[in-house]
Nanobody, 129 residues
Framework: QVQFVESGGGLVQPGGSLTLSCTASGFTLDNKALGWFRQAPGKEREGVSCISSSSSDSYTYYRDSVKGRFTISRDHAKNTMYLQIDSLKPEDTAVYYC????????????????????WGQGTQVTVSS
C-alpha cells in the first residue's frame, strides 16, 4: 500500500519553530526529487523548497521569502523528508504539502507542483500571536 503521511503542523507564535515530516511507505524517496509546497487561503499553491534526487551531490533551492529560515532534508534510512521552519512569520500561515517524484530542482522548477507524483495529505501551519 502506497502511503505518504505528513505531520508536524500546528499553531505557533511569530518567531517560533516547527518541523514538518513526511514518511513514505510502499515506495522509496531514494533517487527522487522532493519538494515542499504551501497554499494560503485565496492564493495559489507555491513552491517553498526542493531538493534534488542525487544523494551524493544533492542540491537545494528555496523561495526568496523563506531563505535562511527553512531547511529541507531527507533521511534515507527512515524514508522520510523534513522541513525545518524557524523564525516563523504570520505570512507563513498556509497548508503545507510534501511531494516526491518531481522534476529537476532549481529556480525554474520550484513552482512545478503539477509534475510531482506523490503528495502528502497536507498539514496546517498557523502563525499568530
Amino acid at each position: 500500500q502506497v502511503q505518504f503521511v505528513e505531520s508536524g503542523g500546528g499553531l505557533v507564535q511569530p518567531g517560533g519553530s516547527l518541523t514538518l515530516s513526511c514518511t513514505a511507505s510502499g515506495f522509496t524517496l531514494d533517487n527522487k526529487a522532493l519538494g515542499w509546497f504551501r497554499q494560503a487561503p485565496g492564493k495559489e499553491r507555491e513552491g517553498v523548497s526542493c531538493i534534488s534526487s542525487s544523494s551524493s551531490d544533492s542540491y537545494t533551492y528555496y523561495r526568496d521569502s523563506v531563505k535562511g529560515r527553512f531547511t529541507i532534508s531527507r533521511d534515507h534510512a527512515k524514508n522520510t523528508m523534513y522541513l525545518q521552519i524557524d523564525s516563523l512569520k504570520p505570512e507563513d500561515t498556509a497548508v503545507y504539502y510534501c511531494a516526491a517524484g518531481g522534476p529537476l530542482c532549481g529556480i525554474y522548477y520550484l513552482d512545478t507542483w503539477d509534475s510531482y507524483d506523490y503528495w502528502g495529505q497536507g498539514t496546517q501551519v498557523t502563525v499568530s500571536s
